[in-house]
């Protein structure tokens, strides 16, 4: 029987889509515990890509015990809520929308005394969300210090490092505003590792980074001499550190990890099996230059094909992370697009074998696309010439003329990317 490699990817994306619901656990982690009464106020405070969906859920288990809340959420966020006021924010370059959302926040949690709860919501774009330029560095040096970091290819982990070192709130500095009130932070993991300290350049968490590490970012991508005057001085000078592991004031501070893409990985291998696919979970933890990683996948792909390596056919490979992409063309696309493209080039001729990546939260990059398919026929099937497309991150313009491209509109959720192998 041959089987439908593009229905099938599809239902499994959208199974591990499906499973990073952030309403559920939200609602979950909320509900399971029993000292909610005892606060005298509760603040609900955060941001990100997921911000509306969590702040709904929030509402409907604490309802009038919410004493006043913002969340920074994405432009196009469609969630309503009663108590708290969601504001769409820039992403992924920060905006002055970002600069009030993250005052207010500093301002409610500044606000909450030792008898309070400072409930934090974070997932995937908080950092972009709520910026918060430290004086004198403007948001426009901030905008310009993000769009260089983004261009050369750094990692979120890195880029973190260099945007809590320029912040007032990231990096534990929101716990530390907080003080003495209680703070319980729920996130839905965006990054490699699911380390709290990254997830949202940890607001509410310990920082294990530091200003001579931020420094060596710039430095490794030979950015020192580029990112504005203000942040070089900041960086360079080094006083006022965030908040390190050990600091006192963590002993009030709970941070839970409420969804993950490792946890999405399950799921959609599970449903494969149910497909009846033999199925291998390949790695929660990709990263590093998108191109590469594509490679590995279409040489995995062809390893199934010719000698039933690592599982034998119908064959479904699952994996996740977060790769990036070093821009060096003016087309139009995102990482999971490109990554797409780059399988395509590897796996041309390959016969019954289809390669899919998309982001968890529908978004790929500055597109309405969540990512693309691409089987043995795509490079065959087009017009463009793949590699002159590569050449030019022009991955949307390619996919979209094929019609593979993965179109889902946004999610409510972000848990980072999945990628797909499939042999029939």
């Known amino acids: 029987m041959r089987r439908n490699l593009r229905r099938d990817a599809r239902a499994i994306f959208k199974a591990a889509v499906t499973a990073a619901n952030p309403a559920a656990m939200v609602e979950a982690a909320l509900r399971s515990r029993r000292d909610l009464n005892r606060y005298e106020r509760i603040f609900i405070v955060g941001g990100g890509k997921a911000g509306g969906t969590m702040a709904r859920a929030a509402e409907r288990v604490l309802g009038s015990k919410i004493t006043a809340g913002c969340i920074a959420v994405k432009d196009g966020d469609p969630a309503k809520s009663r108590r708290i006021d969601l504001r769409p924010c820039g992403h992924p370059v920060p905006d002055e929308r970002g600069v009030a959302a993250a005052t207010r926040i500093a301002g409610l949690c500044a606000n909450a005394g030792a008898k309070d709860l400072v409930l934090c919501l974070l997932s995937g774009g908080a950092s972009a969300l709520l910026p918060a330029p430290v004086a004198p560095i403007s948001l426009a040096e901030k905008q310009e210090t993000t769009k260089l970091l983004l261009a050369c290819g750094a990692t979120i982990h890195e ?59 710039l430095d490794r991508y030979d950015l020192r001499a580029h990112v504005p005057a203000t942040v070089r001085a900041r960086l360079e000078q080094g006083t006022n550190e965030t908040p390190k592991p050990g600091d006192p004031l963590f002993r009030h501070v709970e941070n839970l990890i409420v969804g993950s893409n490792q946890k999405s990985l399950e799921v959609a291998a599970a449903k494969a099996k149910a497909l009846g696919y033999k199925t291998l ?23 199934i094909r010719l000698h039933g390596q690592p599982v034998r056919t119908p064959a479904c ?16 696309g995102g990482r999971n697009q490109e990554f797409a493209l ?83």
Not at 281 to 303: M, N, P, W
Not at 321 to 327: A, L, P, S, W
């Open 281 to 303: 979970i390949l790695a929660s933890t990709f990263e590093g230059e998108t191109r590469d990683v594509a490679r590995t996948h279409a040489a995995i792909a062809r390893q």
């Open 317 to 332: 490979i699952v994996s996740g992370g977060e790769t990036t992409v070093t821009i060096r063309g003016k087309g139009k």
């Open 159 to 217: 880029i973190n490092a260099v945007r809590k070192h320029i912040s007032a709130i990231k990096g534990g500095q929101l716990a530390k505003l907080a003080a003495p009130a209680r703070v319980l932070t729920l996130a839905l993991s965006d990054v490699v590792g699911d380390q709290l300290d990254v997830i949202g350049s940890g607001p509410t968490a310990p920082d294990a980074s530091t200003f001579a590490g931020a420094l060596a970012v």
């Open 342 to 424: 780059a399988a395509a080039i590897d796996i041309s001729g390959l016969g019954d074998t289809l390669i899919l990546s998309a982001g968890t939260d529908g978004t790929d990059g500055p597109t309405d696309a969540a990512g693309a398919i691409a089987d043995g026929e795509t490079c065959g099937r087009s017009e463009v010439d793949a590699s002159q497309a590569l050449a030019k991150n022009d991955s949307y313009s390619f996919f979209e003329k094929l019609g593979d491209l993965v179109i889902t509109g946004s999610t409510g959720t972000n848990v980072m990317d999945v990628h797909l192998i499939l042999v029939g």
